[in-house]
């Protein structure tokens, strides 16, 4: 059986019914629509109720609809009638239907009329009064109820109007309860229709009048405003207005009027998000009168200096929790609103990610500039032009791309250069490693970019101390700071006892991370379970899969990415950071600190780090020291509880949120 059951019983110049029924959506009545010639005349809804469809098995019988045509239809010419339904155009069972016409046209010549006297005048019939109420009316939906006064036998046929012009017909025969227990006959006496939407952007009169003698109903007419917002039936109004314009010039002009606006609107918002209007009263006030004192109550409006502006570019919107370039560029937008900057983010390479622009914006306070109001670096630096004090670029990417335009757009800016690890420096490493010349050698064109972005820079940031000395033997090094980000102390709680094993954290996208994670668990972890068979491994962060370590031994557990290293750091003893190459701070080693759990490190994991003992004694150069080590903080609760006051003691002393305020404040002065 089909889901969409429907027929046209009648269909005449004055009148059209029939039914229709949608069997995967009993309840809902279907909308139709009533066509002419390929015009739309009227709407209605199958919502009649025939207890011949009842007993057909057409659920509750109330699928049928009457329509009645305004002014009939002329009957010297033949018309086509559609009759379909409103949500898909599906027409319905004998549509279309072509009326012939029942007499010639009047232009076609006949013989001259018998002229008889018109018979005599009968009175009209006295009509009940009409009673009942306009309850709701939108543009899209009207709702209500009519019945002639003592006459609940009879369903009322209403006409609906805006501005003069029908809008549809209806029939006031819809059940509702509250009627019925009024007394109102059997409550067949209300309508509940949609209505072809009322354009949003012109005021509307719309009345509703009984059909055979004009009466008003109760409740009409109504007013509906022109919208005074561009909220959703402006926009639905809107777009209707633009999908009927021609291809050719009504296209075209309208192309032309929606981008001027458009420049328009983004332009000020842009001034909205500069403050461009204060900060040009104020750069006039100075120039006129200097700085005066902003207490006094004449002066202070002009006086006040618009808060300092901070504008942070990255590839992304940073995730806490993701990696440690995330959570390092979020520790140091904290750092510079503490300082007092009012800090902007762009993501250079994600512009349209405006659901983590978003959160960003909620979580920290700090406005992202995404689409759809901006579409690229260089359209905020442009609109928002010599409106920013400090702009940071972070990673040679940005830096390498945007410092020019930086230069162009803000030439009052301080630009800060953000290295977060030297990139050269890690791919000559991973060539010597690997054996692969051509990284070595492309290594060579990045350090020339880096170090040609650093010198052009005003001041050059990085985590490690050991790049900062590189840095400072090819520039002045005074440029050169060393700024951490924050790590919280997090001890995880759990009893050594009931822990065990050890896991490994980086997202599997970084080069350094699979490559470490392949040389442990081929070189090092047979050494291990030689000793100590039980001891599993946790391989844990973004990107990596079962598939990744296919083959891989059974004691090792690909864990993925975890929404809080917590859990992690509460199931194991120690951490293993096995890095073959590689530069900058390794964020993996700080938090198993941060969280009293000890990190086995290769040299490269732990370069850059100022180690006390015992935490230097977990440094271990080749796969024979790391077993080792391993299987002592495995199984030696002393050590492994001395590193572990170590570790929570170096964070708490090297990466705190006061510490990395200031060292930015060296780099970037306070407000």
Same mark, same amino acid.
């Given at each position: 059986?089909?889901?969409?059951?429907?027929?046209?019983?009648?269909?005449?110049?004055?009148?059209?019914?029939?039914?229709?029924?949608?069997?995967?959506?009993?309840?809902?009545?279907?909308?139709?629509?009533?066509?002419?010639?390929?015009? =739309?005349?009227? &709407?209605?809804? #199958?919502?009649?109720? /025939?207890?011949? $469809? !009842?007993? @057909? +098995?057409?659920? %509750? *019988?109330?699928?049928?609809?009457?329509?009645?045509?305004?002014?009939?239809?002329?009957?010297?010419?033949?018309?086509?009638?559609?009759?379909?339904?409103?949500?898909?155009?599906?027409?319905?069972?004998?549509?279309?239907?072509?009326?012939?016409?029942?007499?010639?046209?009047?232009?076609?010549?006949?013989?001259?009329?018998?002229?008889?006297?018109?018979?005599?005048?009968?009175?009209?019939?006295?009509?009940?009064?009409?009673?009942?109420?306009?309850?709701?009316?939108?543009?899209?939906?009207?709702?209500?109820?009519?019945?002639?006064?003592?006459?609940?036998?009879?369903?009322?046929?209403?006409?609906?109007?805006?501005?003069?012009? =029908?809008?549809? &017909?209806?029939? #006031?025969?819809?059940? /509702?309860?509250? $009627? !019925?227990? @009024? +007394?109102?006959? %059997? *409550?067949?006496?209300?309508?509940?229709?949609?209505?072809?939407?009322?354009?949003?952007?012109?005021?509307?009169?719309?009345?509703?009048?009984?059909?055979?003698?004009?009466?008003?109903?109760?409740?009409?007419?109504?007013?509906?405003?022109?919208?005074?917002?561009?909220?959703?039936?402006?926009?639905?109004?809107?777009?209707?207005?633009?999908?009927?314009?021609?291809?050719?010039?009504?296209?075209?002009?309208?192309?032309?009027?929606?981008?001027?606006?458009?420049?328009?609107?983004?332009?000020?918002?842009?001034?909205?998000?500069?403050?461009?209007?204060?900060?040009?009263?104020?750069?006039?006030?100075?120039?006129?009168?200097?700085?005066?004192?902003?207490?006094?109550?004449?002066?202070?409006?002009?006086?006040?200096?618009?808060? @300092?502006?901070?504008?942070?570019?990255?590839?992304?919107?940073?995730?806490?929790?993701?990696?440690?370039?995330?959570?390092?560029?979020?520790?140091?937008?904290?750092?510079?609103?503490?300082?007092?900057?009012?800090?902007?983010?762009?993501?250079?390479?994600?512009?349209?990610?405006?659901?983590?622009?978003?959160?960003?914006?909620?979580?920290?306070?700090?406005?992202?500039?995404?689409?759809?109001?901006?579409?690229?670096?260089?359209?905020?630096?442009?609109?928002?032009?010599?409106?920013?004090?400090?702009?940071?670029?972070?990673?040679?990417?940005?830096?390498?791309?945007?410092?020019?335009?930086?230069?162009?757009?803000?030439?009052?800016?301080?630009?800060?250069?953000?290295?977060?690890?030297?990139?050269?420096?890690?791919?000559?490493?991973?060539?010597?490693?690997?054996?692969?010349?051509?990284?070595?050698?492309?290594?060579?064109?990045?350090?020339?970019?880096?170090?040609?972005?650093?010198?052009?820079?005003?001041?050059?940031?990085?985590?490690?101390?050991?790049?900062?000395?590189?840095?400072?033997?090819?520039?002045?090094?005074?440029?050169?700071?060393?700024?951490?980000?924050?790590?919280?102390?997090?001890?995880?709680?759990?009893?050594?006892?009931?822990?065990?094993?050890?896991?490994?954290?980086?997202?599997?996208?970084?080069?350094?991370?699979?490559?470490?994670?392949?040389?442990?668990?081929?070189?090092?972890?047979?050494?291990?379970?030689?000793?100590?068979?039980?001891?599993?491994?946790?391989?844990?962060?973004?990107?990596?899969?079962?598939?990744?370590?296919?083959?891989?031994?059974?004691?090792?557990?690909?864990?993925?990415?975890?929404?809080?290293?917590?859990?992690?750091?509460?199931?194991?003893?120690?951490?293993?950071?096995?890095?073959?190459?590689?530069?900058?701070?390794?964020?993996?080693?700080?938090?198993?600190?941060?969280?009293?759990?000890?990190?086995?490190?290769?040299?490269?994991?732990?370069?850059?780090?100022?180690?006390?003992?015992?935490?230097?004694?977990?440094?271990?150069?080749?796969?024979?020291?790391?077993?080792?080590?391993?299987?002592?903080?495995?199984?030696?609760?002393?050590?492994?509880?001395?590193?572990?006051?170590?570790?929570?003691?170096?964070?708490?002393?090297?990466?705190?949120?006061?510490?990395?305020?200031?060292?930015?404040?060296?780099?970037?002065?306070?407000?």
């Amino acid at each position: 059986m089909p889901i969409f059951q429907s027929s046209l019983d009648t269909v005449s110049r004055t009148e059209i019914s029939g039914w229709a029924f949608d069997s995967s959506q009993p309840e809902i009545r279907v909308a139709i629509v009533i066509k002419v010639d390929g015009q =739309i005349i009227g &709407h209605t809804v #199958a919502d009649g109720h /025939r207890p011949d $469809l !009842k007993e @057909a +098995g057409i659920s %509750d *019988g109330s699928h049928a609809f009457t329509f009645e045509i305004a002014g009939d239809l002329a009957d010297s010419q033949p018309c086509r009638i559609d009759v379909i339904r409103e949500s898909n155009g599906e027409p319905l069972g004998h549509s279309p239907i072509l009326l012939k016409p029942l007499k010639p046209p009047t232009s076609q010549k006949t013989a001259a009329p018998i002229i008889k006297p018109p018979p005599p005048l009968e009175p009209a019939p006295m009509l009940a009064p009409l009673v009942g109420w306009l309850d709701k009316l939108t543009r899209t939906r009207l709702e209500g109820w009519a019945m002639e006064e003592g006459n609940n036998d009879h369903y009322v046929g209403l006409v609906v109007t805006a501005n003069g012009r =029908i809008v549809t &017909h209806l029939l #006031a025969n819809r059940f /509702r309860t509250d $009627l !019925k227990d @009024a +007394g109102f006959g %059997d *409550g067949r006496h209300s309508f509940n229709i949609l209505l072809p939407e009322l354009s949003a952007l012109v005021t509307h009169e719309v009345h509703v009048r009984r059909q055979v003698d004009g009466s008003e109903l109760p409740g009409s007419p109504v007013i509906l405003p022109a919208s005074a917002v561009f909220d959703s039936d402006a926009e639905s109004s809107f777009a209707a207005l633009l999908a009927d314009l021609d291809a050719d010039t009504g296209e075209s002009r309208a192309l032309a009027f929606l981008a001027r606006q458009t420049n328009l609107l983004i332009s000020r918002r842009a001034d909205r998000d500069s403050s461009r209007a204060a900060r040009q009263a104020q750069s006039l006030f100075r120039r006129r009168w200097g700085k005066l004192a902003t207490d006094d109550p004449v002066t202070s409006t002009f006086a006040a200096v618009p808060a @300092a502006r901070a504008l942070v570019i990255d590839d992304n919107v940073p995730a806490a929790g993701r990696d440690a370039g995330s959570v390092a560029i979020l520790s140091h937008m904290r750092a510079l609103k503490a300082l007092g900057y009012e800090v902007s983010f762009v993501a250079a390479r994600a512009m349209d990610d405006e659901v983590k622009a978003d959160q960003l914006e909620q979580a920290e306070g700090i406005a992202c500039y995404a689409a759809p109001f901006y579409y690229s670096v260089e359209d905020v630096l442009k609109r928002q032009a010599a409106s920013f004090n400090v702009v940071y670029l972070h990673r040679l990417s940005n830096a390498g791309d945007y410092l020019s335009l930086v230069r162009t757009y803000q030439p009052k800016a301080r630009v800060v250069y953000s290295v977060a690890d030297l990139h050269h420096l890690r791919m000559a490493r991973q060539g010597e490693v690997q054996q692969r010349p051509e990284l070595v050698e492309f290594s060579r064109h990045i350090a020339f970019r880096e170090l040609t972005a650093a010198r052009l820079a005003d001041a050059v940031i990085t985590h490690s101390p050991v790049e900062a000395r590189m840095l400072a033997e090819n520039m002045q090094p005074a440029k050169v700071h060393v700024v951490p980000w924050a790590v919280p102390e997090r001890p995880c709680g759990v009893p050594f006892a009931d822990r065990t094993g050890l896991a490994v954290i980086g997202q599997f996208g970084h080069p350094p991370n699979p490559d470490a994670v392949f040389w442990l668990i081929r070189h090092v972890m047979p050494l291990v379970w030689a000793q100590n068979p039980a001891i599993g491994c946790r391989i844990v962060g973004h990107d990596w899969t079962a598939a990744s370590l296919t083959g891989s031994d059974e004691r090792v557990e690909v864990t993925g990415p975890v929404d809080d290293l917590a859990e992690v750091f509460a199931s194991v003893r120690l951490t293993v950071a096995p890095l073959r190459f590689g530069a900058g701070i390794k964020g993996k080693v700080l938090e198993s600190f941060a969280a009293g759990i000890p990190c086995v490190m290769s040299p490269i994991a732990a370069e850059g780090l100022p180690l006390p003992p015992p935490l230097s004694d977990l440094v271990a150069d080749g796969a024979q020291a790391m077993a080792r080590i391993i299987l002592k903080l495995h199984q030696d609760q002393a050590a492994n509880q001395a590193a572990q006051e170590a570790g929570l003691a170096l964070v708490a002393r090297e990466t705190s949120e006061q510490r990395v305020i200031e060292a930015m404040a060296r780099a970037i002065p306070a407000v």
